[in-house]
């Protein structure tokens, strides 16, 4: 049977996304559903997040204002982090709105509910040298023990590293405004464009994975995130894969051979190989 649009949602089967969203700085993410209300949330160049409901129709607001839309830092890059459990969508822009009380150009995290109402901007630093790519949250955010905390990567003031931050939250996961408490800062010399972040809970032990998007040993990095901020530093185990890698994902957690491997596009040359599609086990990754 040839697929075809379901076109008892919103009457055609489609939705037109008005306001800024057109033209040049109409490219937008990856839609993103809701699994327990099947409402659909994606972003767009010109820094808002849209939300539909399930029967095709918008929230009151059709959308939130992120990032300032300016061209390239102002926009959403990724798609918006959905959790359907506690009712929230997380989404990141390297130059924040400033309808979200921050100042323009800097980097934010922003929490808001999956109505698109209540949005909270947790600031990353200052300067927009590169796109942010989305954020993670550690097992304890799910999990209802220990400390909960968003983690994100941003470059830091003065363009000579990059920082680590760990956002926290209240006892009703309702994540705290302005600068983070938890920072970690490493001075690599330069500013670098972090991949998405993935974490991945094997056995006890809560891992966090990154690459940054620059041509230096150590640039895709495993922080243990098990317990406290900041994690181990400097990151162990790391690798050297070409200049940074795309997003990387963890395989299953299981006892067979060649499981918990890691997965993920290398980008620039390994070896003789530009731009390979590559494997690692967790023993490799050192």
């Known amino acids: 049977m040839a697929p075809s649009l379901d076109l008892s949602w919103n009457s055609t089967g489609s939705f037109t996304?008005?306001?800024?969203?057109?033209?040049?700085?109409?490219?937008?993410?990856?839609?993103?559903?809701d699994g327990?209300?099947?409402?659909?949330?994606?972003?767009?160049a010109d820094g808002r997040l849209y939300g539909f409901t399930s029967a095709g129709g918008t929230f009151a607001p059709a959308s939130i204002s992120v990032g300032d839309g300016s061209v390239p830092t102002g926009g959403i890059v990724d798609p918006p982090i959905v959790d359907g459990t506690n009712g929230f969508l997380y989404v990141v822009t390297m130059s924040g709105s400033s309808t979200l009380g921050v100042t323009a150009g800097t980097p934010v995290v922003v929490q808001a509910k999956t109505d698109l109402s209540s949005?909270?901007?947790?600031?990353l630093g200052s300067g927009a040298s590169f796109n942010l790519h989305a954020p993670t949250l550690n097992n304890s955010y799910y999990s209802g023990s220990g400390t909960p905390l968003l983690y994100e990567v941003a470059g830091d003031t003065g363009a000579s590293g990059i920082t680590l931050y760990g956002v926290g939250f209240n006892g009703s996961l309702v994540m705290n405004s302005g600068a983070p408490?938890?920072?970690d800062a490493f001075p690599v010399g330069a500013a670098f464009e972090i991949s998405p972040l993935t974490e991945f809970l094997t056995g006890t032990t809560d891992r966090l994975f990154e690459s940054a998007q620059g041509n230096f040993s150590g640039n895709l990095a495993s922080f243990d995130i098990t317990s406290s901020f900041p994690p181990n530093t400097p990151p162990s185990p790391n690798a050297t894969e070409?200049?940074?890698?795309?997003?990387?994902?963890?395989?299953?957690?299981?006892?067979?051979n060649q499981a918990n491997s890691i997965y993920f596009g290398s980008l620039g040359a390994v070896g003789t190989n530009p731009n390979s599609a590559v494997k690692l086990t967790q023993s490799a990754l050192q």
């Open 36 to 44: 327990g209300t099947g409402h659909v949330f994606v972003g767009c």
């Open 242 to 256: 070409g200049s940074g890698t795309t997003g990387i994902v963890v395989d299953n957690v299981s006892v067979s």
């Open 119 to 123: 949005p909270v901007a947790a600031t």
């Open 181 to 183: 408490g938890n920072a």
């Open 17 to 33: 996304i008005g306001g800024t969203c057109t033209g040049t700085v109409g490219k937008l993410t990856g839609p993103v559903v």
